[in-house]
């Protein structure tokens, strides 16, 4: 059982680490992820990557984070296309590696983003996606307090297709 889970904001001492963890989870990501090049599974991939998302923190569009369980970098979150003004609204996604599922680390680690984004970030409402046949992402979100809102066909394009998505929202209190 997993101790403690931490979210924290992503920094370039983390390029080795995430190109490593994402280079080991390749097929297991394969089902649920885009086609990836495959620079995006090296430290430069990587460099690049949390480059962008630094400078996109800084503009305030995205804001991408690492999950640590008892230490251990053990998978990434984001929130991004998120837009101000009359919205406050962005697009939660994560992953957790495959030997960290069903321990509750994808649980905290939405629930941690939660805080961030209706807390320090002062956003209104997070939306996520899931693949229709993603059950357990599904109850990790719904443990979170996201409500079910619908079906987005076509929706991403994932492992070369457009696949359908079971969307899901969650308003500040």
Known sequence: MIEQVELRPVRLADVDA???????????????????????????GQRIEVEH??????AGSRY???IEADGKLVGTLGIGNVVGSVFQSGNLGYFVAEAANGRGVATR??????EQAFG???M????????????????????NGFERIGLARAY???AGA???????????E
């Open 109 to 114: 680690a939405v629930g941690l983003a939660a």
């Open 162 to 172: 457009w696949r359908d998505h079971i969307l899901f929202q969650r308003v500040a």
């Open 120 to 122: 320090p970030l002062g």
């Open 53 to 58: 998302a630094l400078a996109q923190r800084a």
């Open 64 to 66: 991408r984070f690492v």
């Open 124 to 143: 209104h409402r997070l939306e996520a996606g899931t693949l229709v046949d993603n059950v357990a992402s599904q109850r990790v979100l719904e443990k």
């Open 156 to 158: 991403l394009r994932i």
């Open 18 to 44: 995430l190109a490593e963890l994402y280079a080991s989870e390749r097929a297991f990501l394969a089902p649920f992820d885009p086609i990836r090049p495959d620079e995006f599974y090296t430290a430069e």
